[in-house]
């Protein structure tokens, strides 16, 4: 079940789902194959890579291409069956917020790649926020969380949004911890959980970071094809493959099975030429180091299709725009990262890459909205 926001936007998407995949809408890439083929069930040979992220008694199956050794889940907060069944129902659930209409699903959906379609998000009211809304995804794979990475931790970070005035807009910790409190259904729920039916801003938080750690996303045709399946990209695609980690320099950054580096770099997205300054200081306002001005988290490109528009302001609609972006070297600014030049890429070698993009919406694990909330 999902929120009403959620509903409206799920409705969005779905409604245009059909016509973003018909051939003569597909605006972004013409001949590439389409974007999430639904996975087809995985050879044998497939299945035996799959790896497992093994924490306390929980065992996490990882779609092909992820990496248990990658995996971080803090000790003070090991995996539980309970734990992320609970904090699924968090997560989805918007009574959290103060209008009671917009849960953390209502900017981080499943049905668009666990973001949402706003160049900046829309939280309580509709009140506009500052920065695009991220994917969730493949989080399991990361600690510092936020474009700036100002939290340590995915529980810390899910303290943020719900008392952000822009976002779920609640008074007060406390004042969610009530909204939990008065739904009696849940209370067995954190018994089963925690030992104790005693409810805390803190086992909310884990829990709902116990969940977003299994939204993992994997066995995309990229991850068939480094399996061996050699027909499960196209001829553009392996071509794109080969840009992505050549000529276009995007592995710099983007590396390893979940295509980020996990560190910040200023691309000059958000500078203002006439002004001559940044909208956004990013990662500067966590570290005061003056060569981090600008800069911003490398974002994983899993399911990349999926969470237009781009970049932490939003301000790249399609993914053309992006490889136009890289193409000429960044935005200009007195920050910009020394990894960014010139690529000049031929049009045939943006579509290439464009169309190895579509080929890294793979699987994502435990999306499915609950059936119904506690108390409802
Ligand atoms: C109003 C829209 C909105 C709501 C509601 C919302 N978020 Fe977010 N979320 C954002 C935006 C925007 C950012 C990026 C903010 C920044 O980097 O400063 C973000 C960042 C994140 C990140 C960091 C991802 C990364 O790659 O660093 C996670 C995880 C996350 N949110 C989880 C949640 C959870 C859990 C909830 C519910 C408790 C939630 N969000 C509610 C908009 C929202
Ligand atoms: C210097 C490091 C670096 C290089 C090189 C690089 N990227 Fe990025 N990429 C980033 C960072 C950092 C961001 C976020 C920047 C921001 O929002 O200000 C990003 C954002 C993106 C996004 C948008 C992601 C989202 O969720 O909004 C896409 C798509 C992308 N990069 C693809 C590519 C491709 C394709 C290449 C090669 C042509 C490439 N990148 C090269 C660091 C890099």
């Known amino acids: ?53 093994k924490s306390g008694t929980y065992v996490l199956e990882l779609p092909l291409g992820l990496q248990a050794d990658a995996a971080y889940v803090p000790d003070d907060n090991p995996l539980t069956k309970e734990k992320v069944e609970l904090g ?14 917009l849960s953390c699903a209502g900017c981080h959906n499943p049905f668009h790649g666990f973001a949402d379609p706003w160049p900046a998000s829309r939280g309580v009211g509709f009140k506009l926020g500052g920065r695009n809304s991220p994917t969730v995804i493949n989080r399991l794979f990361s600690s510092d969380q936020f474009w700036d990475g100002r939290a340590k931790d995915l529980e810390e970070q899910a303290h943020g949004p719900l008392i952000n005035p822009v976002e779920m807009a609640m008074a007060s910790h406390d004042a969610v911890v009530g909204e939990v ?14 030992g104790s039916d005693e409810i805390t801003m803190t086992k909310i938080a884990q829990a709902i970071a116990s969940y977003e750690r299994t939204v993992v996303s994997g066995n995309s045709p990229f991850d068939r094809y480094q399996a061996g399946d050699k027909d499960a990209l196209s001829a553009s695609q392996v071509r794109g493959w080969a840009l992505f980690q050549g000529k276009a320099n995007c ?94 890429l031929t049009p045939a070698e943006k579509e290439d890459l464009i169309a190895f993009l579509y080929a890294l919406t793979g699987e994502v694990n435990n999306m499915e909205p609950p059936a119904k909330l506690p108390g409802r």
């Open 88 to 101: 699924k129902l968090l997560y989805f659930d918007p009574r959290l917020s103060k209008d009671g209409n």
């Open 1 to 53: 079940m999902l929120d009403p926001v959620s509903l409206r936007r799920a409705a969005l998407v779905l409604v245009l789902a059909p016509l973003l995949s018909s051939p003569v809408c597909a605006e972004e890439a013409p001949k590439v194959p389409q974007a999430a083929p639904p996975a087809p069930p995985a050879a044998p040979a497939a299945a035996a890579k799959r790896e497992v992220v």
């Open 251 to 344: 592995q710099t950054c983007h590396v390893s099975f979940n295509f980020t580096d996990e560190g910040y770099h200023n691309l000059g997205v958000g500078w203002d030429p006439q002004k001559k300054e940044l909208k956004d200081v990013g990662r500067f306002e966590v570290t005061k180091n003056p060569a981090d001005k600008g800069a911003f988290k490398t974002p994983t490109l899993r399911n990349i299709v999926e969470t237009a528009p781009y970049m932490h302001d939003g301000s790249e609609g399609t993914l053309r725009q992006v490889i136009e972006l890289y193409d000429r070297g960044g935005n200009a600014n007195p920050n910009l990262s020394p990894k960014m030049k010139p690529l000049n």
């Open 181 to 194: 409190k008065k739904v009696d259904a849940y209370k067995p729920l954190f018994k089963a959980a925690y």
